[in-house]
């Protein structure tokens, strides 16, 4: 079945450096996207979206790009903070499903910051 | 204040037994979800439900019930509890789920362990 996915499960990357967490999706119809950060014991915390309409979309330190060609979705973050350590993950709302059915999650990578 | 909170946000239980999570919202959102993360951390929807009709993931036994009494309000009601349905649970809300607003607020999860 189509579904959401990540290519790492876990990233380490130095404190200050740049890091980039990649998704690929197999939902082709997907119009809507969103990465979020679940930090240890707290639940998913938005942090940025795009939508199919756009390949580019810029945050405070954080970018989204989104490749709908080979369906690719990359979340990157700029001078990465100790703060920044926590599971991230992608996930995709297709509208033309229809219904409450919610967003679909991919797995999730690990992000770990070293100081 | 908190947005979405639920209560307990640990729960330790006997197999066989029936517990509840109740949920709320304070953002006047329209729909509200339940979302199960397992030992992978891998997240998936359990129910999605407004004011106007429940979607239930067809995957999700029928021992567990939402319930709401009102639009800021979704409980989880789960009746004999299996070892399989350790997990944290995490309520959500959403402003709108006809496609306008995808984006969820998650509350802080509540761990389930059953023995």
């Known amino acids: 079945g189509e579904s959401v996915g990540l290519h790492l499960p876990t990233l380490s990357v130095q404190e200050g450096d740049n890091s980039i967490i990649n998704c690929a999706y197999s939902?082709?119809?997907?119009?809507?996207f969103i990465w979020y950060k679940q930090e240890s014991g707290k639940g998913p915390q938005f942090i940025i979206d795009?939508?199919?309409?756009?390949d580019k979309r810029q945050g405070q330190r954080v970018t989204v790009l989104l490749n709908k060609t080979v369906k690719h979705l990359s979340l990157q973050i700029a001078a990465t903070q100790p703060g920044d350590s926590a599971v991230y993950f992608c996930a995709e709302y297709m509208y033309s499903g229809g219904g409450a059915d919610g967003l679909t999650f991919g797995k999730g990578t690990h992000l770990i910051i070293q100081p | 204040d908190t947005a979405v909170s639920q209560t307990p946000k640990y729960l330790v239980t006997q197999m066989g037994n029936d517990k509840s999570i109740k949920c709320e919202q304070n953002?006047?959102?329209?729909?509200m979800y339940w979302y199960k993360q397992d030992s992978k951390k891998f997240l998936k929807i359990m129910f999605s439900?407004?004011?106007?009709?429940?979607?239930i993931n067809e995957t999700v036994p029928n021992r567990f019930s939402p319930k709401s009494p009102d639009k800021a309000h979704l409980n989880l009601h789960i009746n004999s509890l299996e070892l399989g349905d350790s997990a944290v649970y995490f309520c959500a809300s959403s402003q709108d789920s006809q496609g306008r607003d995808e984006k969820l607020f998650f509350g802080s999860g509540t761990q389930l362990s059953v023995l």
């Open positions: 439900y407004n004011n106007k009709e429940l979607i």
């Open positions: 795009i939508r199919s309409n756009m």
């Open positions: 939902n082709s119809a997907s119009d809507y």
């Open positions: 953002l006047g959102h329209d729909t």
